[in-house]
Each structure stands twice: as structure tokens, then as C-alpha cells.
């Protein structure tokens, strides 16, 4: 089972210290559109299992899309991987603009 976490709850975990890859799964278009604040790794889905060594299996791994489908997809595979701690960031950037940052447009 994947775990979830919502936008503020990334955010308060991040500022709180923990250290936690946000991995942005998104089309560039789409990233170029409505960022997330740095620091985040970008690698669009579709390339995902092509970069894998990119991504350090041992980190907490959070996964961002649009809405959540992608980054649900995405967390799940990085999970069979091995990868040992990966979320879902519920809601996505959609959710990120409504509850944290509306200057982040809606798409």
C-alpha cells in the first residue's frame, strides 16, 4: 500500500527536516506551466523506468503529478523497485495551487 501524504503535509515534514525527494512526474509543458517549488527532481513518466538510477532507492520519495493518477502509478512501481519509503502526494499540483500556493495556475 502506497502512502499518501497532502500538499501541507509534505511542506511541514520538508521544514521539519526530514529529507524527502519530491519527484515531479509531469510533461515538461505541464512543469513549465505550474511549478513546484525547488528542490525537485523532474522526470516525466514516461521516462521513468529509463532514469531509474537517477532516483536514490533508500530516500523518502514523495511523487507529484497533476491530480495524483500518474504519481499514484509512478509511486507504485518505484515500490516493486525496492524502493524503501515512497508517497503519493494526494491531489497533486491541483491540490498544491488550491491549499498552499494560488498563484500556481490550475490546468
Known amino acids: 500500500m502506497i502512502g499518501e501524504l497532502s500538499p501541507r503535509e509534505f511542506l511541514e515534514r520538508r521544514a521539519g527536516g526530514v529529507e524527502l525527494t519530491l519527484l515531479d512526474v509531469r510533461e515538461e ?6 511549478p513546484v517549488p525547488s ?15 537517477e532516483l536514490d532507492p533508500s530516500e523518502t520519495t514523495v511523487v507529484i503529478c497533476r491530480s495524483g493518477g500518474r504519481s ?6 518505484l ?3 525496492g524502493f524503501a519509503s515512497v508517497f503519493n502526494l494526494a491531489g497533486g499540483i491541483l491540490a498544491w495551487s488550491q491549499d498552499l500556493d494560488r498563484q500556481i495556475p490550475q490546468y
Open 79 to 81: 515500490d516493486s523497485q
Open 29 to 34: 509543458w505541464e512543469v513549465q506551466l505550474a
Open 39 to 53: 528542490p525537485v527532481v523532474h522526470i516525466p513518466m514516461g521516462g521513468i523506468a529509463e532514469r531509474l538510477e
Open 72 to 77: 499514484r502509478e509512478v509511486a507504485r512501481f
